[in-house]
């Protein structure tokens, strides 16, 4: 990789531009909506060019930091401008519906698309927040969908240099049905925690449990409204589970029966010892 361009430098488009930066000689080219985010990032160093799309041109990779629907439009866009040599990928956190997409616009040009989440993050969001150790042991799912090996196995490797810890291959139907579960039910239990009228008076009262389960509630509301939509088919059924599950759990404690809310909470405490975690 030469020319690396980077479309949207967010927490997690500038944290790739930083660690890039940090980690590689790449030359990288940032093109962001944002005239102050590009000025910043051209000032710590995270990219070393303002770009335009006519940029795309010299791209040997190009990394969608923007959200899936913008990520598809922008490639409708500019897929005229994208070599045939350049590897298009992404940072979505649902693969079902980008996937299929950009599959179809890169084999009608030419060019080669891979599908990417990098699995990390933070509770706020921004090139503010970026930082060059965000993927530092992190995992890195791939979806390669048609791509060929060797375009995949460059991008595994592209991002074993950016610090991540493990690459993790999936097809666009596993990716959202383990997403919906490890991310998005978090974020849909700690937001609707979050409503309870307790929440405001918590501090004083308030420990490791609290920060646990609140903690992703300081959400991007535009962002994370997309991905639950768009995965409603995975997402839907885990929110049926979990409820079905603390029925269980009211159900036990209003009877007031003590043997089985025992058992289902040391089912809990089973699980998460088997797993070693």
């Given at each position: 990789?030469?020319?690396?361009?980077?479309?949207?430098?967010?927490?997690?488009?500038?944290?790739?531009a930083?660690?890039?930066?940090?980690?590689?000689?790449?030359?990288?080219?940032?093109?962001?909506?944002?005239?102050?985010?590009?000025?910043k990032?051209?000032?710590?160093?995270?990219?070393?060019?303002?770009g335009?799309?006519?940029?795309?041109?010299?791209?040997?990779?190009?990394?969608?930091g923007?959200?899936?629907?913008?990520?598809?439009?922008?490639?409708?866009?500019?897929?005229?401008?994208?070599?045939r040599?350049?590897?298009?990928?992404?940072?979505?956190?649902?693969?079902?519906?980008?996937?299929?997409?950009?599959?179809?616009?890169?084999?009608?040009?030419?060019?080669?698309f891979?599908?990417?989440?990098?699995?990390?993050?933070?509770?706020?969001?921004?090139f503010?927040?970026?930082?060059?150790?965000?993927?530092?042991?992190?995992s890195?799912?791939?979806?390669?969908?048609?791509?060929?090996?060797?375009?995949?196995?460059?991008?595994?490797?592209?991002?074993?240099?950016?610090?991540?810890?493990?690459?993790?291959?999936?097809?666009?139907?596993?990716?959202?049905?383990m997403?919906?579960?490890?991310s998005?039910?978090?974020h849909?239990i700690a937001?609707?925690?979050?409503?309870?009228?307790?929440?405001k008076?918590?501090?004083?009262?308030?420990?490791?449990?609290?920060r646990?389960?609140?903690?992703?509630?300081?959400?991007?509301?535009?962002l994370?409204?997309?991905?639950?939509?768009?995965n409603?088919?995975?997402?839907?059924p885990?929110?049926?589970?979990?409820?079905?599950?603390?029925?269980?759990i009211r159900?036990?404690?209003?009877?007031?029966d003590?043997?089985?809310?025992?058992?289902?909470?040391?089912r809990?405490?089973?699980?998460?010892?088997?797993?070693?975690?």
């Amino acid at each position: 990789m030469v020319n690396v361009v980077i479309v949207g430098l967010g927490i997690i488009g500038g944290s790739m531009a930083k660690a890039i930066a940090e980690y590689t000689d790449c030359h990288i080219i940032g093109i962001n909506r944002s005239e102050e985010t590009l000025q910043k990032a051209m000032e710590c160093g995270a990219i070393h060019e303002i770009g335009t799309a006519d940029s795309l041109k010299k791209a040997d990779m190009l990394i969608l930091g923007v959200y899936p629907e913008v990520a598809v439009q922008f490639i409708r866009d500019n897929a005229d401008k994208i070599p045939r040599h350049c590897i298009v990928t992404d940072t979505s956190g649902i693969k079902s519906q980008i996937c299929p997409a950009l599959s179809e616009i890169a084999r009608e040009y030419g060019f080669t698309f891979v599908g990417c989440h990098p699995m990390a993050g933070k509770e706020k969001s921004g090139f503010d927040v970026s930082e060059a150790t965000l993927f530092r042991h992190a995992s890195c799912i791939l979806v390669p969908c048609d791509a060929p090996r060797q375009a995949v196995d460059k991008v595994a490797d592209f991002m074993m240099q950016l610090g991540f810890g493990r690459i993790v291959y999936a097809t666009p139907e596993e990716h959202d049905r383990m997403i919906s579960f490890t991310s998005q039910l978090p974020h849909v239990i700690a937001c609707a925690y979050v409503f309870s009228p307790c929440c405001k008076h918590h501090k004083g009262f308030s420990a490791g449990s609290y920060r646990d389960v609140s903690r992703v509630a300081n959400i991007n509301g535009v962002l994370w409204s997309e991905l639950f939509i768009e995965n409603q088919q995975a997402l839907l059924p885990e929110i049926d589970t979990f409820l079905e599950n603390m029925t269980a759990i009211r159900t036990a404690i209003a009877k007031g029966d003590r043997q089985e809310l025992s058992q289902l909470l040391n089912r809990g405490k089973l699980i998460k010892e088997e797993l070693g975690e």
